[in-house]
């Protein structure tokens, strides 16, 4: 069996290519459907987030490998391959489970230590699995990854002291407001971290927001994605008194939040506190605002002096996670390669009896006038030959069974004497 996985993520491609290889319900049954119509390919696991897409696949071959992956998810997103060349990444074997165990460990995410991936692995796989499209090896490395991701959040801190602008954001925010369902959210222009920030507020419980931009168009679009409300940016001053907090991020020259319109707001709040996150350069929100009692701002520099502190907290216990991550990327190898060892052994020993009854008949055709004690003692020649021939092969394989890497060892094997060939079971 050979494991492998293609992806595409942040770091390997921009957000315009990764929108366009996103997978949906239909694209991860589409291409489950055109891998195993590869008849190698016997379990195939597809997954998209907002940050990556990527496939595990199992086959009888070593050779089914990155052409035929990338080719199988450019006709999927129906993008030209050349496209995701230079793009993607490739990991086999043991590097497949470490690349594995480091997403669901969240150690490969935008946000180191974000919580959403391992739900969102866990629902890849449980699709998959009722797609029939996972096996013995797929079953066994999802199951392990999700427990491996619940290990390092127990074990590690690292889901601790966010190191995002957005995500620190609404750790301040939570801080004021210790609750926030029920808040009401302002969001002023509608950028990529203004709508970054408003996910996480939703996440936590958010559900009134609000929307202002200069191009109502804008506004509206990103209202509709949290089922709230486009507002005129030229009377946003009007809805400051029910407003809990504020994300602005716009690219104004001026001012976009004045003091006096803060202060007007706070006396018809009763002083009822007001959030600000002003992330736009230059600033978008009046520093005076911070005069105003029970208002709060945090500005870009903030955010990033806060972001700095915590990736230095964040990076110590992923080092612990590293270390985790090893340790079960072994087990798992081991597990593997034990898995591997028997059929293995079995087939080369069935190859080694198949050349041997072939030979016989061969000779033994041709000379018949041998004694029945002749034939006996060739016959038990051509079973020694074989036996001492293959009786290193097996011992080695059998160690390999124990042995860091020993995998390799087992497909190398497999390959030199063309072995794969043999049936995989079915969990």
Known sequence: MHLAVLGINHKTAPVELREQVSLNDASCVSLTGTLLDDESITEVVPFSTCNRTEVYVVSSRPEVGRRELLEALARTAAVERRELEGCTYFHEGEQAVSHLYRVAASLDSMVVGEAQILGQIKQAYEDSHERESTSILLNRLFRHALEVGKRVRTETKIGENPVSVSSIAVELAKKVFEDLRGRTVLLIGAGEMTELTATYLVDEGIENIFVANRTIERAREMAEKFDGRAVPFEGLADYLPITDILISSTGAPHYVVRKGQVERAMRMRRNRPIFFIDIAVPRDIDPGVNDVNNAFIYDIDDLNEVAAVNAGAREKEARKAESIISQEVDNFIHWMSSLEVVP??????????????????????????????????????????????????????????????????IESMRRLFKLNGTSEGRD
């Open 344 to 409: 293995t052994i079995t087939a080369l020993r069935e190859m080694g009896e198949e050349i041997k009854r072939a030979e016989l008949q061969r000779v033994l055709g041709k000379l018949d006038s041998l004694s029945e004690g002749d034939r006996n003692r060739i016959e038990a020649m051509a079973a020694g030959i074989v036996n001492k021939l293959l009786h290193s092969p097996t011992v080695e394989l059998k160690h390999a069974a124990n042995e860091r890497g020993g995998y390799l060892y």
